[in-house]
Nanobody, 119 residues
């Protein structure tokens, strides 16, 4: 059974930090790219960051560059999103998702974790 389980969300003051985790199981972790998405109330889902476990490449949406860092622990089949200098506009439900290699469609999704930044 494939599982992606997010954790680490919570309530934090602006300027604070959180580290999200995406623990995965049930698929060949090394062959997949893992992305973090977020969705705020009334807004469309937005891609935040991605890491390719095969190549090690990372990418970020402009609004989080310099503040968020994505990393992967292949031994634990877990991807992390370190979020520093959080802003009120980072408030959203954060989801991790997995896609195989260079495919465009995300095959597996987690249930999400709430991040709330108070200003």
């Amino acid at each position: 059974e494939v599982q992606l389980v997010e954790s680490g969300g919570g309530l934090v003051q602006a300027g604070g930090s959180l580290r999200l985790s995406c623990a995965t199981s049930g698929f060949t972790f090394h062959d997949y790219a893992i992305s973090w998405f977020r969705q705020a109330p009334g807004k469309e889902r937005e891609g935040v960051s991605c890491i390719s476990n095969r190549e090690g490449d990372t990418s970020y949406v402009d609004s989080v560059k310099g503040r968020f860092t994505i990393s992967s622990d292949n031994a634990k089949n877990t991807v992390y999103l370190q979020m520093n200098n959080l802003k009120a506009e980072d408030t959203a439900v954060y989801y991790c998702a997995a896609r195989l290699g260079q495919e465009s469609d995300y095959k597996y999704w987690g249930q999400g974790t709430q991040v709330t930044v108070s200003s």
